[in-house]
C-alpha cells in the first residue's frame, strides 16, 4: 500500500485538499497515540496544532522555517513524531530523500524517534509502510525510500548530512545565541530548493539565547517564509494565574 506523495492535490468529492489538509488527514487516520493513557488510539489533533500545520504547508509564499514554542507536556514530541511521518511515507514523502531530528542530548534526540517508531509499531498502515532500526534510531519509508535519522549535539553523527527536513527539538534548551550543531543543521539543507526547518520548543531562559533570537527575528524580519506560533503567560504574571497557564499551553483541558 502506498500513500500519496507531494505533487497533485487529491480530491475528495468535488472539493480540493490543501497541502495541510493532507497532513491533517493523513496523522488523524493513520498516527496513534504512542504511550500513556489513549495509547493505540487515534490521534485527534488540538486546534492550536492544526493552525500550525495549515501555517506550514498551506503558507502561499512556502516555508523554510517554522517554529512552535508552547509549555512542557502540550504534547510537543506526539505531534512532531505524526509531522515527520507525513514526510517518511505520507503525503509529503519525496523520492530519495534524507530527513532528521536534532537535539542537543542523545536522550533528547530519542524522544522523536521513540514516538515515531512507536506509532510504526501500533499502526497496521504505517507498520507495512515504515522500517524501523532501533539500534541506530533510523526509519526507512519504503514506498519512496525516505530515510530518517535521529542526531544529538553530543553524539558523533551531526556532520555531513544532507537533509530536505530537519526537526529540531527542544532548541530553547541551547544557551548563548549561537550552536555549531544547529549551524550544521542549518547549512546541511542548501542542496535543496525548499528545504523546511522545524523548532518546537519551550520558551529560552534569556532573551539573548537562540531561540529566543528565532522568534525575535520571525516577529520583525518581515520573511513570509519564516513563521513563528509563540505560546507563552504575561511577563510578571501570577504563578496561580490560571488564565496565565493556558496563555502558555493550550493544550491544557
Excluded at 530523500?97 to 542537543?104: N, Q, T, V
Excluded at 528565532?214 to 503567560?233: F, M, N, Q, R
Aim: proline letters at 6%.
Amino acid at each position: 500500500m502506498t500513500l500519496p506523495a507531494g505533487g497533485s492535490l487529491p480530491k475528495t468529492g468535488a472539493v480540493e485538499m490543501t497541502r495541510a489538509a493532507r497532513v491533517i488527514a493523513f496523522i488523524e487516520k493513520h498516527c496513534v497515540t504512542p504511550e500513556g493513557v489513549h495509547v493505540g488510539r487515534p490521534i485527534v489533533l488540538a486546534e492550536f496544532q492544526k493552525k500550525f500545520i495549515r501555517a506550514i504547508y498551506d503558507n502561499p509564499a512556502g516555508n523554510r522555517r517554522a517554529i512552535l514554542s508552547v509549555g512542557r507536556k502540550s504534547g510537543k514530541s506526539t505531534l512532531t513524531a505524526g509531522i515527520l511521518l507525513a514526510h517518511v511515507c505520507g503525503p509529503e514523502a519525496k523520492q530519495n530523500s534524507s530527513l532528521c531530528a536534532g537535539a542537543m542530548s542523545r536522550e533528547q534526540a530519542s524522544l522523536i524517534f521513540n514516538a515515531a517508531a512507536k506509532m510504526c509499531q501500533l499502526s497496521p498502515t504505517l507498520a507495512r509502510l515504515v522500517k524501523v532500526f532501533p539500534s541506530g534510531k533510523r526509519l526507512l519509508g519504503l514506498p519512496m525510500n525516505v530515510e530518517f535519522k535521529a542526531l544529538a549535539a553530543d553524539g558523533k553523527t551531526a556532520m555531513g548530512g544532507s537533509y530536505s527536513l530537519v526537526l529540531i527539538d527542544e532548541i530553547g534548551q541551547i544557551r548563548g545565541p549561537k550552536s555549531d550543531f544547529v549551524d550544521s543543521l542549518v547549512t546541511s539543507q542548501g542542496a535543496y530548493d525548499e528545504p523546511l526547518l522545524i523548532a518546537i520548543s519551550t520558551r529560552a531562559s534569556n532573551a539573548a539565547d537562540l531561540f529566543e533570537q528565532w522568534i525575535l527575528d520571525a516577529e520583525t524580519s518581515g520573511d513570509p517564509k519564516i513563521v513563528a506560533h509563540v505560546y507563552s503567560a504575561p511577563e510578571g504574571c501570577d504563578l496561580m494565574d490560571e488564565a496565565a497557564w493556558y496563555a502558555a499551553n493550550p493544550a491544557l483541558g
